[in-house]
């Protein structure tokens, strides 16, 4: 059974910072690891993602604002958010990549259809 947990959000003012952590049951060398995002009625947006050798993808709202880290050894991924907005406010989803190996392409296109396992989500809200 893989299980990724979130944890690490909760409310700030404009401009602050968070770092959101993503912690899996499972092995995650070598697989294709992402941040998803979802206010209520909106669609899910891919944040980031971060390919087996480390290289980052942003979407182009969160550049120069957030970094994604991994970390193979703790099975663990990073969103570190810095200079958040209150647009920023949403559910944060940590993604993996699990049952099959995703090519860089793929990895970095932050389509929803690329990832098989899922977390529950922590809350983001930023308020001006």
């Known amino acids: 059974q893989v299980q990724l947990v979130e944890s690490g959000g909760g409310s700030v003012l404009a401009g602050g910072s968070l770092r959101l952590s993503c912690a899996a049951s499972?092995?995650?060398?070598?697989?294709?690891m992402a941040w998803f995002r979802q206010a209520p009625g909106n669609e899910r947006e891919g944040v980031a993602s971060i390919y087996v050798d480390g290289s980052p993808n942003y979407a182009d709202s969160v550049k120069g604002r957030f970094t994604i880290s991994r970390d193979d050894g703790k099975k663990t991924v990073y969103l570190q958010m810095n200079s958040l907005k209150p647009e920023d406010t949403n559910m944060y989803y940590c993604?993996?990549?699990?049952?099959?190996?995703?090519?860089?392409?793929?990895?970095?296109?932050?389509?929803?259809?690329?990832?098989?396992?899922w977390g529950r989500g922590t809350q983001v809200s930023v308020s001006s």
């Open positions: 499972v092995a995650i060398a070598g697989r294709c």
């Open positions: 993604a993996a990549a699990i049952t099959a190996v995703k090519t860089r392409r793929d990895c970095s296109g932050l389509d929803q259809a690329d990832f098989d396992y």
